[in-house]
């Protein structure tokens, strides 16, 4: 069984699933839009300040959990555009360092809300 992970530092689900689950060992983290979580209304129209908001909100939520970006073990990036892939890797980039979680980065026709940027992750508890 798991855990649902919740915390109001990063935004409430927009629809019938949780922030997190954690499995104890594993956390998978759903995707992460750039919502501000206080105003539920994204941060900016811009990718890069999306980005930097839609990696604020996997930190929260790591952080609910105990864990950081050196416990994320794969992350899946989804792109309303790939002409915005060079700006979201280096914004992505500026949130982790070696070694690196394993990626997708995929270009996809929609994203909730008409976001630019979303961003799943699964972190280890070692």
Known sequence: MFTAVSTNQAPSA???????????????ISGQIPLDPATME????DVKEQTH??????????????LTFKNVVKMNI???SMDDFSIVN????????????ARA????SK???GAKVE??????RK
């Open 119 to 124: 961003i799943e992750a699964i972190a280890f």
């Open 111 to 113: 994203l909730p809300k």
């Open 105 to 108: 980065a995929v270009e996809v």
């Open 14 to 28: 927009i629809g019938p699933y949780s922030q997190a689950t954690d499995l104890g060992n594993i956390i998978f």
């Open 78 to 80: 989804y792109l309303d």
């Open 53 to 66: 908001q839609v990696m604020k909100n996997i930190q929260a939520i790591l952080k609910e959990t105990g």
């Open 42 to 45: 994204f941060v900016s129209e």
């Open 90 to 101: 280096d914004v992505y980039a500026s949130y982790l360092s070696d070694p690196y979680p």
